[in-house]
Nanobody, 126 residues
């Protein structure tokens, strides 16, 4: 019912840039707050950045000024982006997008769940 597919990961040197994408296919009458998380080996999954259906954004302190989140709301799909500049080795992680459907017209069978993508790997070498 709701699917998230990430892409855009890769290997770059420190100081480089990558742009992650996450395509959401879901129920048209729901609103989707969308978030990027990341998980490095041996560490907990952590919040990176989020953007609400109304376009308001939030960033983790560790990425402020370097990462920019944006979204493109289409009729059938929503696409979430994360532009990552000035990458550091500590940004190395698997990056996941997440969404929580909301809205008065969103069926409860969809809105009761939180949905995750499969992840895309980002590796930054020094």
């Amino acid at each position: 019912q709701v699917q998230l597919v990430e892409s855009g990961g890769g290997s770059v040197q420190a100081g480089g840039s990558l742009r992650l994408s996450c395509v959401l296919s879901g129920y048209a009458l729901c609103n989707y707050d969308m978030t990027w998380y990341r998980q490095a080996p041996g560490k907990d999954r952590e919040f990176v950045s989020g953007i609400n259906a109304d376009g308001s954004t939030e960033y983790a302190d560790s990425v402020k000024g370097r990462f920019t989140i944006s979204r493109d709301n289409g009729k059938a799909t929503n696409t979430l982006y994360l532009q990552m500049n000035s990458l550091k080795p500590e940004d190395t992680a698997m990056y996941y997008c997440k969404t929580k459907p909301t809205g008065a017209r969103c069926p409860s069978s969809i809105a009761q769940w939180t949905y995750w993508g499969q992840g895309t790997q980002v590796t930054v070498s020094s």
